[in-house]
């Protein structure tokens, strides 16, 4: 009697067998289809302190009162001494232009030219706060730079971030930068 049922079980065993075996090749098969299109992650660039050119977004908030908020698109080139800083709307019309050298500093905007002594002038006039400019272009490379009442956050840099805030003096003040 066992070998009748037995042999009546065989086939049906056979084929739960034949079937687990096949749903094991294609689970195994999916895994391994599925691993091949898994994209890995991306490391970090690193970051080039020789680089003299950047493009993006930037947004930079004052907060005075009433606060202040400006992002734009930018496209920079140069160093603290002499370069030129583009800034644009989300749809690509320029909203600024500045270009500088030792001793004067240009923006145009709107049509109208304006001129300043320096970098610095230009900047603190036209965003409504001072910001270390000189400071700025050394993070801009990954370069630490110490700046009173500034914290600087480079960790994220080689993901094409870059966070600085002015802490003191008072309005405190926050720029980001996100590059392309």
Same mark, same amino acid.
């Given at each position: 009697?066992?070998?009748?049922?037995?042999? #009546? %079980?065989?086939? =049906? +065993?056979?084929?739960?067998? @034949?079937?687990?075996?096949?749903?094991?090749?294609?689970?195994?098969?999916?895994?391994? +289809? *599925?691993?091949?299109?898994?994209?890995?992650?991306?490391?970090?660039?690193?970051?080039?302190?020789?680089?003299?050119? !950047?493009?993006?977004?930037?947004?930079?908030?004052?907060?005075?009162?009433?606060?202040?908020?400006?992002? @734009?698109?930018?496209?920079?080139?140069?160093? %603290? $001494?002499?370069?030129?800083?583009?800034?644009?709307?989300?749809?690509?019309?320029? *909203?600024? @232009?500045?270009? !500088?050298?030792?001793?004067?500093?240009? +923006?145009?905007?709107?049509?109208?030219?304006?001129?300043?002594?320096?970098?610095? &002038?230009?900047?603190?006039?036209?965003?409504?706060?001072?910001?270390?400019?000189?400071?700025?272009? =050394? !993070?801009?490379?990954? $370069?630490?730079?110490?700046? &009173?009442? !500034?914290? @600087?956050? +480079?960790?994220?840099?080689?993901?094409?971030?870059?966070?600085?805030?002015?802490?003191?003096?008072?309005?405190? #003040?926050?720029?980001?930068?996100?590059?392309?």
């Amino acid at each position: 009697m066992k070998s009748a049922v037995k042999a #009546a %079980a065989g086939p =049906a +065993l056979s084929m739960v067998n @034949a079937r687990r075996q096949t749903l094991q090749a294609l689970t195994l098969g999916s895994v391994v +289809l *599925l691993s091949g299109c898994a994209t890995a992650r991306k490391e970090p660039a690193a970051v080039d302190k020789e680089r003299s050119s !950047w493009t993006g977004r930037l947004g930079l908030t004052i907060a005075s009162d009433p606060p202040q908020s400006f992002s @734009a698109g930018f496209s920079l080139s140069g160093n %603290a $001494e002499t370069g030129q800083l583009s800034l644009s709307s989300p749809l690509g019309s320029t *909203l600024a @232009a500045m270009h !500088w050298q030792p001793g004067s500093a240009v +923006l145009n905007q709107g049509g109208k030219e304006q001129r300043f002594n320096s970098l610095d &002038e230009l900047v603190t006039q036209t965003s409504g706060t001072p910001i270390p400019i000189r400071a700025l272009f =050394a !993070w801009l490379r990954g $370069e630490p730079e110490t700046v &009173e009442g !500034w914290q @600087a956050d +480079l960790s994220s840099l080689p993901d094409g971030r870059l966070h600085a805030q002015r802490l003191q003096p008072l309005p405190t #003040a926050e720029l980001r930068l996100v590059f392309d």
